[in-house]
């Protein structure tokens, strides 16, 4: 009898969840302990990646807030709504394929350029090599170049105020001519 009396409010508070509701996605009864565990071994494994780099700052950061939240809330409902990102499962699946894709960027250092490295520049009407893509705009309109002019020229509001419709002015009782 004393067991169920501390046990019934105990059982209360934790709430169970059954389904994520998302085909192929189990739920996870202790999302909170794997996403701590998964958001501090992401930022271990960011550390290898430079300091100046913009990708180890967002995921530093975010992960860092996420982290957070979790430290701080207790149960799996709090962090959902804490986070706004989806269901704690969602957030499970997303931090491993955050740390494959750490993985993939430390093995391909996008980041490395060589300084010995030389990068073609074709200009103008130069030939194209054939396994470059040629991707050039048509000629723009006449109108476009004449508008132009009148912008450098300072004569663009002349040429807008010559353009406009002037239509005469309809008082009551005359029907307007379409």
């Known amino acids: 009898m004393f067991l169920r009396r501390l046990a019934r409010p105990m059982m209360m508070m934790a709430k169970v969840k059954e389904t994520t509701g998302i085909v192929g996605l189990d739920v996870v009864p202790n999302a909170r302990e ?52 989806g269901q704690v499962e969602e957030l499970i699946e997303e931090a491993q394929d955050e740390l494959k894709l750490i993985g993939h960027m430390i093995e391909w250092e996008p980041w490395g350029i060589p300084d010995d490295y030389e990068c073609e520049v074709i200009e103008n009407d130069a030939p194209v090599p054939k396994h470059i893509p040629l991707h050039r705009p048509g000629p723009l309109p006449e109108e476009f170049y004449k508008t132009l002019e009148a912008v450098e020229t300072g004569t663009l509001k002349q040429i807008i105020s010559a353009s406009e419709k002037v239509y005469p002015a309809v008082t009551s009782g005359e029907s307007q001519a379409k």
């Open 34 to 85: 794997v996403l701590i565990g998964l958001y501090t071994k992401t930022l271990d494994e960011i550390k290898a990646v430079p300091e100046d780099e913009g990708y180890r700052k967002a995921v530093e950061s975010f992960t860092r807030h996420r982290l957070k939240a979790c430290q701080e809330e207790e149960d799996w409902e709090a962090i959902e709504k804490k986070l706004g990102c």
